[in-house]
Nanobody, 126 residues
Framework: QVQLVESGGGAVQAGGSLRLSCASS????????MGWFRQTPGNEREGVAA????????SYADSVKGRFTISKDNAKNTVSLQMNSLKAEDTAMYYC???????????????????WGQGIQVTVSA
């Protein structure tokens, strides 16, 4: 069973940066795809960024392109999300997710993922 634990969230002013990390334990094959999602109360979960382990291919939501960078350390089985130029609208609960296989066209669809972390809060003040 894969377990995912997020860290690095917190509060920051607009224009600032945060780095989220997700440590996974368990069967590493299940982490072939890892993604970050976010959700605010009353809204649907949004795919933010995702990465494919074997070649590092990435995908980003339009809302974060150029500001967020996802990376993965395969040796440590961790995935990070560097968030720069943060905006108030980036405020959300952020979740790490993992999957062993999915269709690339649905890489930012939460339904493609099997394993989820508990989530971590990111608050950006204007």
């Amino acid at each position: 069973q894969v377990q995912l634990v997020e860290s690095g969230g917190g509060a920051v002013q607009a224009g600032g940066s945060l780095r989220l990390s997700c440590a996974s334990s368990g069967y590493s094959y299940s982490s072939n795809y890892m993604g970050w999602f976010r959700q605010t109360p009353g809204n649907e979960r949004e795919g933010v960024a995702a990465i494919r382990s074997f070649d590092g291919r990435t995908s980003y939501a339009d809302s974060v392109k150029g500001r967020f960078t996802i990376s993965k350390d395969n040796a440590k089985n961790t995935v990070s999300l560097q968030m720069n130029s943060l905006k108030a609208e980036d405020t959300a609960m952020y979740y790490c997710a993992a999957a062993n296989a999915l269709q690339w066209g649905a890489v930012l669809d939460g339904k493609s993922y099997t394993y989820w972390g508990q989530g971590i809060q990111v608050t950006v003040s204007a």
